[in-house]
């Protein structure tokens, strides 16, 4: 019984040894490449088919017909679902892998920055009645004046998760009482009002410093 079991063993590693030289030997097909054999339960011998040169199928209907895949990974395959939870580590992800049109919309949120990680900051100002822009930290922000002491700062991204400060002063530099608010909607969600008003609550121009810090 020994020697028999021996045998079987050591003819399964001889078949395993001439799969493995076939395979290596395999011309290199783009995409994925299927492998067939058959394997012989009687020896527990396993013998390559449907390769130039070899049988197209199993010799006797006895023997069990396996086949296996090697090479790329289709598109798709591998989903979410198929994923262990933490199996995809930093370590795992390759530098620029990960592009910002990968990353959906608010999924980035303060909670998970690291500390130190700079925001976004724009710095603008505007000069009383005639609502001229000055000192912009990017040129693509704009003002205008709608109205006394009223002026919309449009900036190149939404400032509705934003954190705002705004000063000002009027013509004789005593500080004005400031109000800012987000025009909601579309493109207006660009754009933030800063209201300025005196000590006795009339609105009034004055010049206008606004920080805005965004994620």
């Known amino acids: 019984m020994t020697n028999r079991t021996t045998s079987r063993r050591g003819l ?10 076939l395979v290596g030997m395999a011309a290199p097909v783009a995409g994925q490449t299927t492998f067939y054999a ?13 390769l130039p040169g070899l049988p197209t199928d199993c ?8 086949s296996w895949s090697e090479g790329t990974v289709a598109d798709g395959s591998i989903t979410t679902a198929k994923l262990a939870n933490s199996a ?7 530098d620029g892998t990960v592009a910002t049109a990968d990353l959906a919309n608010g999924a980035v949120t ?3 920055l690291a500390n130190g990680v700079a925001w976004k900051t724009y710095f603008a100002g505007v000069i009383g009645s005639t609502g001229q822009v000055i000192l ?9 004046r709608t109205g006394t002491g009223v002026y919309n700062f449009t900036f190149p991204q939404s400032v509705s998760p934003c954190v705002t400060v705004a000063t000002a002063l009027d013509g004789h530099h005593i500080p004005l009482l400031v ?17 300025l008003v ?18």
Do not use: W
Request: aromatic letters at 4%.
């Open 12 to 21: 399964l590693g001889a078949g395993l040894a001439t799969i493995a030289l």
């Open 38 to 50: 058959c394997y012989v339960p009687a020896v527990g011998v396993l013998y390559i088919i449907e």
């Open 59 to 66: 010799l006797s209907p006895s023997h069990q017909k396996i």
């Open 88 to 94: 995809v580590t930093g370590a795992k992800i390759a």
């Open 110 to 112: 303060f909670t998970k």
């Open 136 to 144: 912009p930290s990017d040129p693509a922000i704009t003002t205008a």
């Open 179 to 195: 109000n800012t608010s987000r025009i909601p909607g579309g493109a207006g969600s660009n754009v933030l009002r800063v209201s």
């Open 198 to 215: 005196d000590a006795a609550g009339a609105p009034t121009d004055g010049a206008v410093n606004v920080l805005v810090m965004c994620l």
